[in-house]
């Protein structure tokens, strides 16, 4: 008998792209998919525990009034639970504890980086060691980039992929490290599972608008060292259908989106899994 | 029944001070103004966040540009400084754990407390909010600081730029007032480099409102002289006629209504309360009175007596396709709420609408864009039960970027409208999650006195929830009236009033507010939660005339109600009841829930953070009556205050304009030609606009707004799928031609529906399935010392109106919902400014299978090339004329029968898979159109304009840039010719030519000698070179 998989898909506060993230997680073959307003978590009616891949999706948490998803991580970190002794954040520590997988894209890429717990750097996960800040063009923008996998990385989310083609729609996705130090780690241990790329995704660019935004060597996307954190710029949810993709009335296109990739490798890894 | 106090009502008010005023009319400019906390302030603390040395400062750099590019001033560097001014005493460690948690990013920030961060620079300009203006980053913060210390505390935003260059304190001054801030709701202060000290910084500067506890009710005595009337309506911005005033006054002699009113311990003289109520529901924005008016019309040797526009044109138009339809009807509200309700399949309906907010972007373009998106979200949502919000749509009028006279005074420079609308429209927009999925900008000098901002929002609701229909409404007397979301300060007071007059000098800025769209996100989020579980009957938006108008409206529907102004959550102390009632503070819907679910209710509000407060109850007193406290403020007549206003009588005078035939021959390079047309502010791609809007959240984008082999060509239409599993579409298009109605404002309406129509038709939506929404948007059509040419005016609304009557009963469109705006004047100083009369008409249509949409873009070379239409000699109001400085009197007429049938025969092609790409023909007509095809899809065309069907045209200028109507550009299969051609029979079209692999566009013109050769490169740069960012 497989695994049976459940997805939760946190909304609440400014965040705006659950519908489609849970979408793209029921296409993807996971048993329940759960939108839960991350009240019912505070309240303590529903619990991370109870589920498998833990979904942040894009938005404004709080406007991003304080910069990116910056207020968002400042609830998770200190916000209680009703009704228990904990905070939110435990729950998200014992989430990461038990392997489960996490997706967090745009405005959720940039709460996992502001709440330190993407890098995951010697198993810290509540320290920020880059960040994600303005494109250097100073404008949101959303338009479609293509993306260049790197074979080499952990990253759960990314396996057997070469390349894919998705929207960013943000405008605070630079990506900056802490020092020069954080980026060699991240490229050593393969963590930069995404970059910006030219059109054949054999390259990195540096080049507006390949990349968006400016970010260092064009990271769009990193995982922890387990690879089962993973947070990127690009929308994969937006991609689910071949009618997504901005040029589908002039090129052949298979019918399921290239974004859903993402999703299928999560249900996988997860169904062989005993988690 | 007393209304229980709600919890966390902020301040303990004293009693009611009823004051029997002696004067007949005391000014309440004192009580209006908002009042300064004192600069300096013991316990206030200033955290300042910087970027560290060395980290790239965009919104700096986005500054500088716009200094040296737009102001001419030249600064070599801008940094940017957020401060956070702490209105609470925090301890030192709280606040160090507030400065390096929540508010800076350790990464790339750094922060100071209590001391300056900027060093080495010339200028420093700090710019922040006046008190009581809403600042969304300073809620934030308040919230995170709370979370992180338990501690409650009052924060307040600014932010400092810090210039480098060798600037004047003139042009700092420059800077501060012409770019950076707005005077109405910011101030500003300059710091000397020269004379800076970073250690002492800047003291705290706390723009807290301070109110007076004591809310006052005034009575005013109507029983006064003519003059003394029109005086009250003047100084109290109630935009009341001296006949309406009358009706107020004759309204007080009435034996009943006094006795009544002795009752409730009221008098003879009326209360501000009552007489700002009125006021709003009686004004034009809210009661469209000269939609309603009865008009008599002179005009072509011919009287005639219109009996309300609204009822004999666009309601008659919709009453009678809808017969047309008989069983299949698919309209399900019309005019009747805040949006219109069609079906889109057996379990879902759709809701759209289109608003503007025009005058507060006038004053204020951030604020009153963003909350002309976040209101007009109100309206679908507020629509029926309430529909999840599923698109925006925006069309803008500005005057042209590079004006370069003197600006009249009050009025802010055309590229600073631009840019504050364009970013208050991305942030309501993006912010709320809401996909804007096209929308269009239009330029003509006229719009520098008042911008038009059209903002529009459709939405999608189940039909029916627990077995009950969705679409209507109903409200039981002794159901509770509920206020959630925002609290309610002086923001947005007088704004339905405000909107109903030209701009003038004393324009109240209060009217000016900023929207918060993730309030608002927090309350749709909850409240789509409460509608599933069916914890509320009622729902309708708080927008213009605030509570007086929701409530006044909702309240037909039991037949009276019974509010209590002291429980409604105030941002602040100090508001008078009057203001209670009708501020137009932002975020708010009103609710009509069963008592029996009053406890749920609450408590989902509760624990989803969202204030819900009790403010009254639904009644079938048939009375509106108001109360503050025990204290009753307001008790008007249901019937008097909806139906108490006559009918405005009013005269329109129609002539038809005659303007010099333009005398220019014909281009010798009509490759130039081409290129200027497609350089033409009109014309030229948007995408810098359209980039910044998020087109495709909520994963259902099909068409987007820009498509094509590298996707930046001009989409004619949305197609978005508002059910993930589901291959059901809808189609949103927009149509405007305002420069039309510089000949004839009946074809200027009639080419709006017809180019929203065709839109549609373009991308793959049938012509029966397709519902429209009109937003009027035009200058003072009363007659007036002020407005001496008012009975033309008139006319040319007649006129309007009957081409809307006449267009979509010919299509079978019906408006399912609208909206006018009438007052679209500037007048200060004898200077007058009034827009052309400009009609905004927007469709939504119903696709079966989105998967047979067509996009614009040309597909692969061989196809063949086609014109669909014919073309006339209508250049009269064309961009080509324009471009050559004439009007001309040829204005494009269109032909609806001959339209109908091809849009009709045209969808049958599209979805029989025949029609690789089409692109409608509009402004710059069929050259421009050629132009986009090809370098969207970058292959070219070869053309013969020869082949075109046209009547009357000989020269090849005319016939590339007439802007006749209903008119597109197809390609088409070579396979799939025969096919077309049949499914088309009847129509008037032909083939023009093919597509090549060479990347030109080449046309063979008019006589066989001249050739068109210009590179796709070469015509894609002309058309993207203007508004580029």
């Not at chain 2, 229909?469 to 309610?488: Q, S, W, Y």
Request: glycine residues 10%; charged residues 25%; proline residues 5%.
């Amino acid at each position: 008998m497989p695994q049976q998989i459940k997805a939760i898909v946190i909304t609440g506060n400014g965040t705006n792209c659950e519908m489609e993230m849970a979408h793209a997680c029921r296409l993807a073959g996971f048993d329940e998919v759960d939108i839960v307003h991350i009240s019912e978590l505070l309240c303590g009616t529903k619990r991370l525990d109870d589920y498998h891949f833990l979904n942040l999706p894009g938005g404004f948490l709080d406007g991003d009034d304080l910069g990116s998803a910056k207020a968002g991580a400042n609830r998770i970190l200190h916000a209680a639970v009703a009704g228990s002794e904990e905070l939110l954040f435990d729950q998200f520590a014992r989430f990461i504890a038990a392997g489960k997988l996490i997706l967090g894209v745009c405005n959720g890429f940039q709460l996992l980086v502001k709440l330190g717990m993407l890098h995951g750097l010697d198993g810290i996960y509540d320290r920020q060691t880059a960040t994600l800040t303005f494109n250097d063009s100073g404008r949101f923008e959303d338009r479609w980039v293509h993306l260049r996998a790197n074979a080499a990385s952990p990253c759960i989310f990314t396996r057997g992929l070469q390349g894919i083609y998705l929207p960013v729609r943000h405008g605070e996705g630079k990506f900056i490290p802490r020092d020069a130090g954080i980026l060699q780690r991240l490229h050593r241990q393969n963590l930069i599972a995404l970059q910006y790329s030219d059109g054949e995704y054999r390259e990195a660019t540096m080049d507006y608008p390949g990349n968006p935004n400016g970010a260092v060597d064009a990271v769009a996307g990193i995982c922890n060292e387990t690879g089962r954190i993973f947070g990127l710029m690009p929308h994969p949810e937006a991609y689910h259908h071949r009618t997504n993709h901005p040029r589908w009335t002039r090129e052949e296109l298979p019918e399921e989106g290239m974004g859903l990739a993402l999703f299928r490798n999560a249900a996988v890894f997860l169904r062989s899994e005993s988690l | 029944m007393p209304v229980k106090p709600a919890d966390g009502f902020i301040a303990e008010l004293s009693p009611l001070p009823f004051i029997r005023a002696s004067v007949m009319y005391t000014r309440h400019s004192e009580s209006l103004r908002l009042k300064e906390a004192a600069r300096e302030k013991e316990m206030a603390h200033r955290i300042e966040i910087g970027f560290r040395e060395g980290v790239r400062d965009a919104l700096g750099e986005k500054i500088k540009k716009r200094i040296n590019n737009d102001l001419r001033i030249p600064a070599d560097s801008v940094k940017t400084i957020e401060i956070y001014t702490i209105d609470s005493d925090l301890g030192p460690s709280d606040l160090d754990a507030a400065a390096c948690g929540p508010l800076s990013d350790p990464v790339i920030q750094e922060t100071a407390i209590d001391c300056g961060i900027a060093r080495g620079f010339d200028w420093l300009i700090e710019v922040g909010f006046r008190p009581g203006v809403t600042d969304n980053v300073g809620k934030t913060a308040c919230e995170a600081i709370a979370l992180l210390t338990g501690k409650p505390t009052r924060v307040y935003t600014s932010r400092q730029y810090v210039i480098c260059g060798s600037l004047t304190r003139a042009d700092a001054e420059r800077i501060a007032s012409e770019l950076l801030a707005n005077d109405l709701i910011q101030h500003y202060d300059i710091f000397d480099g020269k004379t800076w000290d970073t250690a002492a910084g800047i003291k705290p500067y706390v723009p807290r409102v301070l109110g007076e506890n004591c809310p006052r009710t005034e009575e005013i005595d109507l029983n006064v002289p003519d003059a003394e009337l029109i005086r009250i309506s003047q100084e109290r911005v109630l935009a009341l006629t001296l006949d309406e005033m009358r009706i107020l006054r004759d309204y007080l002699k009435n034996d009943a209504v006094l006795a009544r009113r002795k009752k409730a311990g009221l008098g003879a003289a009326m209360t501000d309360a009552e007489l700002e109520c009125i006021a709003q529901t009686w004004s034009e924005h809210c009661k469209h009175k000269i939609f309603n008016a009865r008009i008599t019309y002179e005009g072509e040797g011919d009287t005639r007596e219109i009996d309300s526009l609204f009822s004999s044109c666009i309601k008659k138009a919709t009453r009678e396709i809808r017969e047309r339809m008989g069983a299949g009807d698919w309209c399900l509200s019309v005019f009747v709420d805040n949006a219109g309700i069609i079906r889109f399949n057996d379990g879902w309906n759709l809701v759209f609408k289109v608003e503007t907010h025009n005058s507060p972007s006038a004053l204020d373009p951030y604020g009153g864009a963003l909350t002309g998106i976040v209101g007009v979200n109100r309206d679908p949502f507020g629509c029926g039960k309430g529909a999840k919000l599923i698109f925006n749509t925006d069309v803008f009028c500005f005057a042209p970027p590079d004006y370069d006279a003197p600006l009249p005074k009050r009025i802010l420079h055309p590229r600073r409208i631009f840019e504050g609308v364009r970013e208050g429209v991305e942030h309501g927009g993006n912010k709320s999650g809401i996909p804007t999925v096209n929308g269009c900008i239009v330029f003509d000098k006229r719009y520098l006195g008042k911008p038009l901002v059209y903002c529009g929002t459709g939405g999608i609701m189940p039909s029916r929830i627990a077995g009950v229909p969705t679409h209507t409404k109903e409200i039981l007397p002794g159901d509770l009236i509920v206020m959630t979301g925002g609290r309610i300060g002086k923001d947005g007071i007088h704004g339905a009033t405000f909107s109903s007059e030209e701009l003038h000098e004393g324009s109240p800025v209060t009217a000016v507010q900023i929207g918060d769209p993730i309030t608002q996100k927090k309350m749709t989020d909850f409240l789509l939660i409460a509608r599933d579980r069916g914890l509320y009957r009622a729902i309708t938006d708080n927008g213009a005339g605030g509570l007086s108008s929701s409530v006044g409206e909702t309240a037909c529907l039991s037949g009276g109600c019974e509010l209590d102004l002291k429980n409604a959550p105030l941002k602040y102390p100090g508001l008078n009841p009057w203001e209670i009632l009708i501020s137009e503070s932002q975020e708010r819907m009103t609710l009509a829930v069963d008592p029996a679910k009053r406890d749920e209710f609450l408590e989902l509000a509760r624990k989803m953070d969202v204030e819900a407060t009790v403010v009254g109850r639904y009644t079938d007193s048939g009375l509106f009556h108001v109360r503050y406290g025990d204290q009753t403020v307001a008790l008007i007549e249901m019937c008097f205050l909806h139906d108490g206003l006559p009918q405005m009588n009013l005269r329109a005078v129609w002539t038809l304009p005659c303007h010099p035939e333009p005398d220019f021959s014909e281009p010798s390079d009509l490759g130039a030609a081409l290129k200027a047309m497609l350089s033409r502010l009109n014309i030229c791609s948007k995408e810098s606009v359209v980039r910044q809007y998020d087109h495709e959240v909520q994963g259902g984008s099909v068409v987007k707004p820009l498509t094509g082999a590298v996707n930046d060509g001009p989409s004619d239409a949305a197609v978005l799928r508002p059910l993930l599993d589901s291959f059901e579409g809808i189609v949103v298009a927009n149509g405007l031609c305002p420069r039309y109605s510089d000949i004839d404002a009946y074809h200027m309406a009639a080419c709006a529906i017809d180019e929203a129509v065709r839109n549609a038709v373009a991308v793959g939506a049938p012509l029966d399935r397709l519902a429209g929404l009109d937003n009027f948007c035009w200058c003072d059509p009363v007659q007036s010392e002020k407005t001496p040419d008012g009975e033309y005016k008139l006319a040319q609304l007649v006129r309007a109106n009957e081409a809307l009557y006449d267009l979509t009963t010919a299509y079978g469109v019906p408006c399912i919902s609208g909206k006018d705006s009438m007052k679209n004047d500037y007048q200060i100083a004898g200077v007058r400014i009034s827009i052309p009369p400009t009609l905004l008409f927007s469709t939504l249509g119903k696709m079966e299978d989105v998967r047979k949409a067509v996009t614009m873009d040309v597909k692969r070379p061989g196809d063949l090339v086609y014109i669909l239409g014919k073309t006339y000699r209508e250049l009269g109001g064309s961009e080509w004329y324009a471009l050559n400085d004439a009007i001309g009197n040829g204005v494009p007429k269109v032909n609806a029968a001959a339209a109908k049938t091809l849009y009709e025969k045209l969808h049958r092609a599209m979805m029989a898979g025949l029609v690789a790409s089409c692109h409608d023909c509009s402004d710059g007509g069929l050259g421009v159109a050629l132009a986009e095809t090809a370098f969207a899809g970058e292959w070219g065309l070869a053309v013969d304009l020869k082949a075109v069907p046209a009547e009357g045209i000989e020269r090849n200028d005319e016939l590339l840039f007439s802007e006749s109507q209903s008119r597109f550009i197809a390609t088409i299969r070579p396979e799939a010719q025969q096919a077309f051609e049949a499914a088309l029979a009847g129509c008037t079209f032909a083939r023009i030519g093919k597509v090549i692999p060479e990347g030109v566009l080449r046309i063979e013109c008019l006589g066989g000698q001249k050739i068109i050769e210009e590179s796709l490169a070469s015509l894609k740069a002309a058309w993207q070179k203007p508004l580029a960012y």
